[in-house]
């Protein structure tokens, strides 16, 4: 194991809860050192947070951390079925118009939309995926998406993986709120914590989770930026992780998941997909 992934006390610093502001947490489970604590409003993070200096730090020099793993090129070359739920819910919603999708990585999901009925933008961190994004469009945005100015609004915006990441989730949900047209639509993914298979397939330290969501937070989070519609949707095929049984396992869960919540509105599933109208 990497040293470098040993955080110390002057890595992190303690936070209250961004959703209802309370600073009365319990601890549920630890991560390597790091805390992760459930607010009474019943979200869940890590408290203390690393500090941003840390964050910046591990991206860029950690081991565990590396988008062209093996795992990722072969969900990648076999489609990515949340890009394709994500895909299926802007269709329906508008054919055509701006879409701005926040952390774009390489433009994986921006490549499914026709250029001669949507304009795709995009913003992202890394100068490597910047150069394979620009080939998709030049509208990419250098940086962190709360410190970038935009000077147009869009139709759509979707951020894809990326909120549990982010040190402050409110006011990246806020902002997207302010870039979108009236009646534009958001669509956001965030893994699930309620996800039955969470303690089994879900190494945290790997991912750099800050901020764990489920159905009730993550509604309670759009709700209180002004958001409304709000709907969940699921990509009933999972997936594909690292090998074929590790896929099957979470495909009978996906689809056990999509029966229980067409149900009971309860959601066990791995990953939350949200959608909601300024
Ligand atoms: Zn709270």
Redesign the pocket.
């Known amino acids: 194991m990497s040293e470098f992934v040993i955080i110390k006390p002057k890595d992190v610093q303690k936070i209250n809860?961004p959703?209802?502001?309370?600073n009365k947490h319990k601890m549920v489970r630890t991560n390597h050192n790091l805390r992760i604590v459930k607010?009474?409003?019943?979200?869940c993070f890590v408290n203390p947070q690393p500090t941003k200096k840390f964050l910046f730090k591990w991206y860029n020099e950690s081991f565990y951390y590396n988008p062209t793993s093996e795992e990722n090129i072969t969900r990648n070359n076999r489609g990515n079925e949340v890009h394709k739920e994500v895909v299926k819910i802007i269709t329906s919603f508008k054919r055509g118009g701006k879409i701005l999708d926040i952390g774009c990585g390489p433009g994986a999901l921006l490549t499914y939309f026709d250029k001669k009925r949507y304009s795709l933008a995009g913003t992202e961190y890394s100068d490597l995926e910047i150069s394979k994004a620009k080939k998709i469009t030049r509208d990419i945005f250098k940086g962190d998406y709360l410190e970038i100015t935009l000077h147009k609004k869009f139709d759509i915006i979707t951020m894809v993986e990326v909120l549990e990441h982010t040190q402050k989730p409110l006011d990246y949900l806020k902002k997207i709120y302010t870039n979108l047209n009236v009646d534009g639509l958001a669509v956001i993914t965030v893994p699930n914590n309620d996800w039955m298979l969470m303690k089994g397939y879900m190494n945290d330290l790997t991912t750099m989770h800050l901020f764990y969501f489920n159905k009730k937070t993550m509604t309670e989070s759009l709700r209180k930026i002004g958001f409304r519609d709000i709907r969940f949707h699921i990509n009933v095929k999972a997936n594909y992780y690292e090998n074929w049984y590790k896929t099957l396992v979470i495909q009978v869960n996906q689809l056990f998941s999509f029966i229980l919540f067409r149900l009971t509105g309860l959601y066990k599933g791995s990953g939350i997909i949200v959608s909601a109208r300024k």
């Open positions: 809860c959703l209802c502001g309370s607010c009474s409003c019943g979200l």
